[in-house]
């Protein structure tokens, strides 16, 4: 049975309801194109901002942060510090973050009243019953909070090139092992922030770290355990702080609201 699950630590790890997935897929494609440009270590040339920045900045304040999810299951240190990591960055700014819980406990509650989106047997999405889903979701979530935004966190698998064995992408680089080729699986932390009505207004993404290596014992490809990330919170946090950069500077220069 296909349907959405949250595992103990909140973290979507089942297919998404199409209508928020085409937003994280749109926005892991264009974190993928923006990396080559990364890779020569010169500022990219992709706008993060899918509205007029002026626009974003003076109708919100207020982002509500939905549960986390992945394209592979990721530890709760993950969500626990990036989470941590852009409360810090947005209230830095002049922003203010309702918390995952707070939207985990509506969307989850409309999931189990709709008898899940995804039909049982086929695993195939109820378009109908998940655009309603969605739009009951806003609707409560705005007469609950009345946020001016919904930050969708994301953690995408995504092939990065490297050279020279060193792989760079999204903001961050790693060396790895020349026997990968020029092109090596990674993860990014992809953030999407959408205005209450779906319209995406900001898209970027953070390198986490690759996701495989070479292994000499076995002579083969193997993959790297998401677990290492709790061993190294600044590869998080850096990652948020890389994909919030261009909308908190510009949210930390605006004059105070009077």
Known sequence: ??????????????????????????????????????????????DQFTVPPETFLETTRTIALFPLSAD????QCVDSIAEHAMTVELEAAGLSLVPSFVQQEIWMRIVEDAGGFYDPL???????????????????????EAPDAILYPYVSAVEVSAVAGKARWDGTSESVS????????????????????????FVNGGGLQVAERWDWSSGQVVSVPAEDLCAEPDRII?????????????????????
Request: proline residues 8%; hydrophobic residues 45%; glycine residues 8%.
């Open 122 to 144: 086929t695993g195939e999405l109820h378009e109908a019953r998940a655009a309603a889903g969605l739009q009951q979701f806003r609707a409560e979530l705005q007469a609950k």
């Open 238 to 258: 850096g990652a948020v702080g890389f994909a919030l950069e261009p909308l908190t500077q510009r949210a930390s220069a605006r004059p105070p609201r009077p």
């Open 1 to 46: 049975m296909i349907e959405e699950t949250v595992n103990p630590g909140r973290i979507l790890t089942g297919p998404l309801v199409g209508v928020i997935q085409r937003y994280l897929r749109y926005a892991a494609t264009l974190v993928v194109v923006s990396q080559l440009a990364c890779a020569s270590a010169q500022p990219s040339a992709y």
């Open 178 to 201: 020349r026997r990968l080729g020029d092109l090596v699986l990674a993860f990014s932390y992809v953030i999407v922030i959408e205005d209450l009505a779906g319209t995406p207004m």
């Open 72 to 75: 592979v299951h990721m530890p």
